[in-house]
């Protein structure tokens, strides 16, 4: 429960000692934020949540005794309350904290380096924003209405559409582009929209903040649940209808024109709202290269990256979706969006597909 002293306390469950000093050190170094315990392993935890009642946990990925994400299964069917894991960037570290936020985790930030003098403050802002931002977070399944598909009649559904071709809906034109940027909350969010949209959707291209290491297996696990083909976005790839182009987790992605076509575009240049890929990069190569044949969402998410650019892109002629507030994880982008006057409408996350599918039909 927050402290009269409107901090937000913190529970730190992680078998190394050394990252439990470094965590604790750094998460009481911010004026929002109090440590108030810490714990080795998850039945430490489990007592320590009962006695303190902290407002947010960060959890270890890998831990003996129990592991993070049999943990945080028990922590979310028993106690829900909002968790940060804290992952390794590694493929196998990916896949663990991707699971996590299925479960209903609601942000990760990277296993802190022990010899890290160099990049520390960069690192420590990033922790504790996430931390003190996960603190007044929602829970997924606080808003996840009864008709949502569970993972088996997701994989079937996107099974069947994929095999049943027969009728293909008309797209009112091939060049439509869906454009859609998410940050915090967003991994769960992308695929509650991609599972539903058919496998003749227009190209849609997403950035979603997110490691270097963990774009790939992202844009994997969508492709293997949704009806579209999901690629991580490589540079030059020609944007095609019924696919999906994920935003490398260490670069921008930037949408062109060739001749006819749109392709992909990928850039290292320096972060934007402290993001690399940004939002912001994207949305503005859409309203300028892609103008009215776009649609742009802005999903879940912290800060107020994309906010301008999905502002170009209505002001371009594009049509403009924000995730509302009540199905947010958090309404920071989506909300900044609003107050620049870029958005048509604000949508909740489950009808948002049905409005992209009716945007792109034919009357």
């Not at 509650?192 to 959707?201: G, K, Q």
């Not at 209505?314 to 920071?332: F, L, M, P, R, Y």
Request: aromatic share 4%; hydrophobic share 40%.
């Amino acid at each position: 429960m927050t402290s009269s002293n409107t901090k937000s306390t913190v529970l730190i469950v992680d078998d190394s000692a050394l990252v439990r000093q470094m965590l604790t050190e750094i998460l009481n170094s911010d004026p929002r934020l109090e440590v108030v315990g810490v714990a080795a392993d998850p039945f430490i935890a489990r007592d320590k949540i009962k006695q303190l009642k902290p407002d947010v946990l960060t959890l270890d990925v890998e831990m003996p005794k129990m592991d993070g994400i049999t943990f945080l299964s028990n922590l979310m069917r028993l106690h829900p309350m909002p968790v940060i894991m804290v992952s390794s960037l590694t493929e196998k570290g990916a896949d663990i904290t991707l699971q996590a936020l299925e479960i209903g985790a609601i942000d990760f930030v990277a296993k802190p380096k022990i010899d890290v003098q160099h990049g520390l403050k960069e690192y420590a802002d990033e922790l504790c924003d996430k931390v003190a931002t996960a603190a007044k977070a929602k829970i997924l399944d606080s808003w996840r209405p009864p008709s949502t598909l569970s993972v088996e009649a997701v994989t079937k559904h996107s099974t069947d559409e994929v095999l049943s071709k027969k009728a293909p809906r008309k797209l009112k034109t091939t060049e439509k582009i869906i454009a859609i940027g998410a940050s915090t909350g967003g991994t769960e969010a992308i695929k509650e929209l991609l599972i539903r949209m058919p496998a003749d959707s227009p190209g849609t291209v997403i950035t979603q903040h997110i490691p270097a290491a963990f774009s790939r297996p992202f844009a994997a696990r969508m492709n293997n649940n949704c009806a579209m083909t999901v690629y991580e976005a490589s540079d030059g790839q020609q944007i095609l209808p019924g696919h999906v182009y994920i935003a490398p987790g260490d670069q921008h992605l930037i949408v062109e024109r060739s001749g006819a076509r749109y392709i992909c575009k990928l850039n290292d240049g320096p972060p934007v709202n402290r993001h690399r890929p940004s939002v912001n990069v994207m949305f503005r190569s859409v309203a300028q290269n892609v103008g009215t044949n776009a649609i742009g969402v802005m999903l879940t998410g912290m800060g107020d990256d994309g906010a301008s650019g999905m502002k170009e892109m209505h002001d371009n002629g594009a049509h403009t979706i924000a995730q509302d507030e009540k199905t947010s994880v958090v309404w920071g982008m989506p909300g900044e969006a609003v107050k620049h006057g870029g958005v048509d409408e604000i949508v909740p996350l489950h009808n948002i597909t049905n409005k992209l599918i009716a945007l792109t039909s034919e009357d």
